[in-house]
């Protein structure tokens, strides 16, 4: 009688329960592994240190008070300024509390690259750092207001520039410090001093190889030399120990003269056993350097200590029009009577204090959008639709809530349940309004927007759970969690896939990574301006900034992908591979498995009847096909029957009743 709260309670414990719901998660934060901004797009290799901090913050149910403290001001419950970060690092809770902040890093950030204008650049990744905090947070688009007074909400100028206040320590546009100048090493102090010792020693066997270099290039200088006139060998030795940029008119003019003579820059041109010498060497310091402990680093937000940046109001937001200084606040709307502001202190590290005042004020229970944007978006996850549609916009622009008083009651019950979320999964997951069937006629025509909860909104499977469900019942999904993303490339067809990225500037190619191929959508790289094929058709959102709410489209190149990708066909004949293997010689039998692997049902009468149809029909056009093409020696033969098996796997995995949930 009880097996459905069992079920539930399942799945809330279930490893794949956090990989789930961080997904969610991520969209709001816009996580990625690359810096966008520019066509560079940048890796961010260390950025998957967030992501699992996020998976495991969900599968251990951390209240989400703490879980937004520590991502707005993790550094600073940790203790850490730029400069001493070391202490932390060593802690399994500090440094979970230092990861957490690249919540902060993860808007597009293109200035470690090349750039028209870097302070522009600078003050963009704030601006879109900006759009995030506040829509994730407050459910409300503070954007505009970095030009002008909101024109819709009553958000003014000032307000948007003391929110920024709050941040500015942190990353300070006029003393910038980019993505690289942002990563912190994991090296122990033991790691730290033996890879010192390492460096200092291969450094010296490098100083060897350049001495070495040196020293043949100066011997064949000296025979060369001799080949100039007598007159001019002095001058040209001078010119010679004179740097490029030193040299005068004369000196160049004499180096352009005699060019073979100058034996400075190239020895392989001159002796390549000498060459080889060197390049001996130089390879010792290369293998010297292999044996330094592995080093990670943590991508994350901090501040320098004792620097704390005046904010100043930008006239129509350019920051080369500065105006008056404005203090840390919050929104003046959001500051009622009877709502006590925060109040920044700085801390004993060094740090400003602002963002873990702001954190702490944020999470206190009092706040008014907090709790209720938070419970919106977990409720539109389950449901299909907000409370108020609009996720990132409660504002006059966006949708008003069509059940407000049962928004209020889920925030307050969320921030009286101690912040928990499984606990608020089992409320609504319980609930009657959840447990609606899909079809209720009356509903469909009353309520064809189902604003009213009457029944289940049927929903296409997202992106990553379509992937993910076509690499499960196939059998070969690998389940390994954490740890660096498996990596893409782009195809010789131009689709971006999962594999090791083999490709050169005139040709594609993408080689196989193994088990990495197949993991979670979760653990696949996630590139702003290469969104992998198969999830990118499927309505995978590009982080420009962030994602607030997920389109879901019905559109032709779904179908051609379903008829056409290589990553379908093959996990076809993989499942078609599976059924043999685990129903052999018997089709029917086959077929019943299938059924219970895609659909979670038995077939009927009439569905086996049609495919057993099918699968004559087609095994007897594919041997014939075959036949013709067969002739050369030591081909493989095909086999029409796999191949037929798969095709008819290929349809059901195309099938509504796959891609759909009711």
């Known amino acids: 009688p009880d097996s459905y709260e069992k079920l539930v309670d399942r799945l809330l414990s279930s490893p794949a329960y956090g990989e789930r719901w961080a997904r969610h998660w991520l969209d709001v934060a816009g996580y990625a592994d690359s810096n966008g901004y520019t066509e560079a797009d940048s ?26 403290q520590e991502q707005l001001a993790g550094d600073e419950l940790a203790g850490a300024t730029h400069a001493d970060t070391q202490k932390v690092v060593l802690e399994r809770r500090r440094l979970d509390q230092l990861v957490a902040t690249a919540f902060l890093r993860m808007a597009p950030d293109g200035t470690g690259d090349p750039v028209d204008d870097q302070n522009l650049a600078r003050n963009q990744v704030i601006a879109e750092e900006m759009k995030i905090v506040s829509s994730s947070l407050m ?131 001159y002796d390549k056993k000498k060459q080889d010498e060197v390049n001996a060497k130089s390879a010792e310091a290369t293998k010297l350097r292999a044996t330094k402990p592995a080093q990670g680093f943590v991508m994350a937000l901090t501040e320098v200590k004792g620097q704390v940046p005046e904010t100043k109001l930008f006239n129509r937001g350019d920051h080369d029009q500065p105006t008056h200084a404005v203090a840390p606040g919050e929104l003046s709307i959001l500051a009622k009577p ?27 229970g009092s706040h008014p959008m907090l709790a209720r944007v938070l419970v919106n978006r977990f409720w539109l996850h389950h449901m299909g639709r907000g409370i108020v549609n609009t996720p990132g916009d409660f504002g006059l622009q966006g949708e008003r809530p069509t059940h407000p008083a049962l928004l209020d009651w889920l925030a307050d019950e969320f921030v009286k349940g101690g912040w928990k979320l499984k606990t608020l999964h089992r409320t609504i997951l319980l609930s009657n309004a959840y447990r609606q069937s899909s079809i209720n006629d ?7 927007e189902n604003k009213l909860y009457a029944r289940f909104k049927v929903r296409r499977l997202d992106a990553e759970s379509l992937r993910d469900s076509i690499l499960a019942s196939a059998g070969n999904l ?25 490709g050169t500037i005139t040709s ?75 129903a052999p010689n018997d089709t029917t039998a086959q077929l019943r498995h299938a059924w219970r692997i895609l659909y979670g049902t038995p077939p009927s009468a009439s569905e086996i009847s049609l495919s057993l149809d099918y699968l ?43 891609l759909y949930i009711e």
């Open 478 to 502: 690998v389940r390994t969690s954490f740890g660096p993303p498996s990596s893409i490339g782009r195809d010789p067809a131009g689709r971006i896939v999962v594999g090791i990225d083999k």
């Open 338 to 364: 009877g709502i006590e502001p925060f109040k920044p202190t700085p801390l004993a590290s060094g740090s400003s204090g602002r963002r873990l005042a702001y954190a702490k004020w944020l999470t206190n």
């Open 139 to 269: 459910g409300l688009t503070v954007a505009c207001a970095q030009c002008h007074d909101h024109r819709f909400d009553p958000i003014t100028q000032d307000d948007y520039y003391r929110l920024r206040a709050i941040f500015d320590p942190a990353f300070n546009w006029q003393t910038w410090r980019a993505p690289a100048q942002r990563l912190y090493s994991l090296y122990t102090p033991e790691e730290q001093t033996k890879a010192a010792e390492i460096e200092k020693a291969a450094a010296a066997i490098d100083a060897e190889a350049r001495a070495m270099s040196k020293k043949f290039l100066d011997e064949i200088f000296e025979v060369e030399i001799l080949k100039l006139p007598e007159a001019e060998r002095e001058p040209y030795r001078k010119a010679r120990a004179t740097v490029d940029k030193d040299r005068t008119p004369e000196q160049s003019a004499l180096i352009k003269k005699y060019p073979s003579a100058l034996a400075l820059y190239s020895l392989d041109l």
């Open 442 to 448: 009356t509903s469909s025509q009353v309520d064809p």
């Open 508 to 582: 594609a190619k993408v080689e196989s990574g193994g088990e990495n191929d197949f993991r979670r959508s979760i653990y696949v790289e996630s590139r702003r301006s290469k969104p992998v094929t198969v999830l990118d058709t499927f309505d995978s959102p590009v982080m420009v900034p962030h994602c607030e709410k997920r389109n879901q489209t019905t559109v032709a190149p779904q179908s051609l992908l379903m008829m056409n990708d290589t990553f379908i066909l093959e996990n076809s004949k993989r499942l078609s591979d599976r059924l043999q293997a685990e």
């Open 43 to 68: 890796a961010r290799p260390h950025a998957w240190r967030y992501r699992d901090y996020v998976i495991r913050s969900m599968n251990e149910d951390k209240p989400w008070d703490e879980f937004i």
């Open 616 to 658: 004559r029909e087609q095994t007897a056009a594919l041997s014939s096909y075959f036949h013709d093409l067969q002739g050369k020696k030591g081909e493989v033969k095909p086999d029409p029957g796999r191949e037929a098996m798969a095709s008819l796997c290929q349809i059901l995995y195309s099938s509504n009743r796959f």
